[in-house]
């Protein structure tokens, strides 16, 4: 059964876009509309910063394919890591390696934390994010002696004391 307002609806609409039509002007007049000022057509519609929702970020932070996403955005890994928990998840994701080539400070914003940064330590890709940003991880074992232990015991610390003998020298001095 139709609605007794369909044709009626519908005719208003049709003699609606044809008044338009016929006067293009009106709807652009800016006398009629003084609210909208001529300079906000050349803004942006872009947001200066990502949203921070700590529920996106730890779903952000699960998702699989997050270094592409990285790659195309690398604010989006300053705004997960603003949460302890998706730092966390984060410091856990298999392809911790590719995400810190997109963002090279993902050393320094893992390690804020010290049970991040043990669990960043724990990690097989742990090399590769140690090696793009060094000063991370020595703020960390300067303030959490456990952390150079850990790393001792991570698969890759052969690659990691090759890549960078300084860390070798620093964690000799902390363990």
């Given at each position: ?137 020595y703020r960390a074992i300067k303030n959490d002696r456990?952390l150079a232990k850990l790393l001792a015991r991570n698969?890759?610390?052969?690659r990691m004391i090759t890549e960078n003998p300084d ?9």
């Amino acid at each position: 059964m139709h609605s007794r307002w369909t044709i009626p609806g519908s005719l208003l609409i049709a003699v609606l876009s044809f008044h338009w039509a016929i006067y293009p002007g009106y709807a652009d007049d800016p006398q009629l509309r003084p609210g909208m000022s001529s300079t906000q057509g050349t803004k942006s519609i872009r947001p200066d910063r990502l949203r921070h929702d700590r529920k996106a970020a730890n779903a952000m932070a699960r998702y699989h394919w997050l270094d592409k996403a990285a790659q195309a955005d690398p604010h989006l890994i300053e705004s997960i890591t603003d949460f302890h928990s998706a730092a966390m998840i984060l410091a856990k994701h298999p392809r911790l390696g590719e995400i810190a080539e997109a963002d090279h400070y993902l050393c320094r914003r893992l390690t804020r934390w010290k049970s991040v940064a043990r669990t960043l330590a724990s990690n097989p890709q742990a090399d590769r994010v140690i090696s793009l940003d060094q000063e991370g991880i020595y703020r960390a074992i300067k303030n959490d002696r456990r952390l150079a232990k850990l790393l001792a015991r991570n698969p890759m610390f052969h690659r990691m004391i090759t890549e960078n003998p300084d860390l070798g020298r620093f964690l000799s001095t902390y363990m």
